[in-house]
């Protein structure tokens, strides 16, 4: 079965810094599609970034980036110019298609911390 | 285009009582995919459902729970007899298609039981 691993429960950085939330996933398959999840207090899971496994580029959306490693199944969000407004919990997750079905997987998710 | 909706935002049952949880996909969207988040936990796949159809409910507890999603109307994700450990957020998700790789999420519903 699909897992992901988010090894880190806590992260924190310093406004304007930059840090980085590690994900790694187990899977067989060879096409699929990774999210780094936003929620903030108010609960609304809003997607950050997504990645292609069939592509090589890393992902970039503005101060987010990520740094995928196929062959090693890891999938690490890096913040650029940390923000107040970045705090949250962030969750990694997985889309499979397997057995005719789609659904995302979910990490257990890292609680951003950004001090002042 | 309105988002995903859900409600009640927060629902709050007695021990026993039966919960039903409504969602509306967005207009165009016929996939519909339910999760559920415990405390301190990321979130769970419980079910995935095409109009009239359920095509994969094998995160879905066996008993007390059940879902549909209509021809007509929204999604009902139904507990009977909920019990305190039925207590998390339930959130609902839609899309256009298989094609289509991202969920859109609604706000969630937080189910309280007393």
């Known amino acids: 079965a699909q897992t992901v691993t988010q090894s880190q429960p806590e992260m924190s950085v310093q406004e304007a810094e930059t840090v980085t939330l590690s994900c790694t996933y187990d899977?067989?398959?060879?096409?699929?599609?990774l999210f780094w999840y936003k929620q903030p207090p108010s609960r609304q899971m809003i997607l950050v970034i997504r990645?292609?496994?069939?592509?090589?580029q890393n992902a970039t959306e503005n101060r987010f980036s990520v740094n995928f490693q196929k062959a090693a199944k890891s999938f690490s969000l890096k913040i650029s110019d940390s923000q107040l407004g970045d705090a949250a919990m962030y969750f990694c997750?997985?889309?499979?298609?397997?057995?005719?079905?789609?659904?995302?997987?979910f990490g257990k998710g890292t609680k951003l911390t950004v001090n002042p | 285009n309105a988002g995903v909706m859900q409600n009640p935002r927060h629902l709050v049952r007695r021990r026993g009582q039966e919960a039903r949880l409504r969602c509306s996909p967005m207009?165009?969207?016929?996939?519909v995919y339910w999760y559920r988040q415990l405390p301190e936990e990321g979130l769970k796949f419980m079910v995935y459902?095409?109009?009239?159809?359920?095509?994969?409910e094998s995160g879905m507890p066996k008993e007390r729970f059940s879902a549909e999603f209509p021809k007509e109307g929204p999604s009902i994700l139904r507990i009977q007899q909920v019990v305190r450990g039925d207590s998390a957020a339930y959130f609902c998700?839609?899309?256009?298609?298989?094609?289509?790789?991202?969920?859109?999420f609604g706000p969630g519903t937080r189910l309280t039981v007393t």
């Open positions: 459902l095409q109009k009239e159809n359920i095509i994969d």
């Open positions: 207009k165009g969207h016929s996939h």
């Open positions: 990645q292609e496994a069939y592509k090589q």
């Open positions: 997750a997985y889309r499979t298609l397997r057995g005719g079905s789609e659904k995302l997987v």
């Open positions: 899977t067989s398959e060879s096409d699929y599609y």
């Open positions: 998700a839609s899309s256009p298609g298989v094609s289509s790789y991202e969920q859109y």
